[in-house]
């Protein structure tokens, strides 16, 4: 009697470490895949949804990081030809020379908001120009656009990577999302749950819930 005890229990114990190992391969396809997990598990509809949410999601992925690639390589061509920025400037670089049409301009804001600070508010000429010093552009920092006409259109060029950028977290972002809902949905199916109700008393309904695991 004891022996068959302890055969039981071993089966019991091996019989559930297989459901589990079961249960946690379908989340992690899930998680790789989604879609893949409740395929796996016969939910052939709502996987093939989730799956082909995410093919959309990960073409559009790759293929607006390649578009922002060469979108970048544009601006930067662009800005070096007909405004002389250096093409291995930081890439914080550029938003400046988006926003003015020279150094000159921008360094003349600055002075302008430095002066009234260290010299007008505050008297502190050794701190008016160290600050000058630090965010004013020289050297081959420099640059002017040729026109008007020429910021103007890298002004669109930056734009518009601006919002391919965007799309691209936003792919990212859905991409994530499937994963999470996968995830959540496969846990859900891999469980066998009993729901049902039933009267109890005279005036009264009880909803009786097993949950397996």
Same mark, same amino acid.
């Given at each position: 009697? #004891?022996?068959?005890?302890?055969?039981?229990? $071993?089966?019991?114990?091996?019989?559930?470490?297989?459901?589990?190992? +079961?249960?946690?391969?379908?989340?992690?396809?899930?998680?790789?895949?989604?879609?893949?997990?409740?395929?796996? $598990?016969?939910?052939?509809?709502?996987?093939?949804?989730?799956? +082909?949410?995410?093919?959309?999601?990960?073409?559009?992925?790759?293929?607006?990081?390649?578009?922002?690639?060469?979108? #970048?390589?544009?601006?930067?061509?662009?800005?070096?030809?007909?405004?002389?920025?250096?093409?291995? +400037?930081?890439?914080?670089?550029?938003?400046?020379?988006?926003?003015?049409? *020279?150094?000159?301009?921008?360094?003349?804001?600055?002075? $302008?908001?430095?002066?009234?600070?260290?010299?007008?508010?505050?008297?502190?000429?050794?701190?008016?120009?160290?600050?000058?010093?630090?965010?004013?552009?020289?050297?081959?920092?420099?640059?002017?656009?040729?026109?008007?006409?020429?910021?103007?259109?890298?002004? *669109? $060029?930056?734009?518009?990577?601006?919002?391919? #950028?965007?799309?691209?977290?936003?792919?990212?972002?859905?991409?994530?999302?499937?994963?999470?809902?996968?995830?959540?949905?496969?846990?859900?199916?891999?469980?066998?749950?009993?729901?049902?109700?039933?009267? *109890?008393?005279?005036?009264?309904? +009880?909803?009786?819930?097993?949950?397996?695991?």
């Amino acid at each position: 009697m #004891k022996h068959r005890f302890v055969l039981v229990l $071993m089966l019991y114990l091996f019989g559930g470490a297989l459901f589990a190992q +079961s249960r946690f391969a379908y989340i992690g396809m899930s998680a790789l895949v989604p879609g893949s997990g409740e395929i796996a $598990m016969g939910k052939t509809n709502r996987g093939l949804f989730l799956l +082909s949410s995410e093919i959309i999601a990960a073409y559009s992925f790759f293929k607006t990081d390649q578009d922002m690639n060469l979108q #970048k390589d544009r601006y930067k061509r662009y800005a070096n030809e007909y405004a002389g920025v250096p093409l291995d +400037s930081p890439q914080g670089h550029y938003q400046y020379v988006q926003e003015y049409i *020279s150094s000159d301009d921008y360094n003349e804001y600055i002075e $302008m908001v430095v002066r009234n600070y260290y010299l007008i508010s505050n008297y502190d000429p050794v701190s008016y120009a160290e600050t000058i010093a630090a965010e004013s552009f020289s050297g081959d920092e420099q640059w002017e656009w040729q026109s008007i006409e020429h910021w103007q259109t890298y002004n *669109s $060029m930056r734009r518009k990577h601006q919002k391919m #950028k965007i799309n691209h977290n936003l792919a990212l972002g859905i991409m994530l999302l499937n994963r999470a809902i996968s995830i959540v949905d496969t846990a859900l199916l891999s469980r066998n749950m009993n729901i049902y109700a039933g009267l *109890s008393g005279y005036d009264g309904v +009880s909803l009786n819930c097993e949950l397996r695991f």
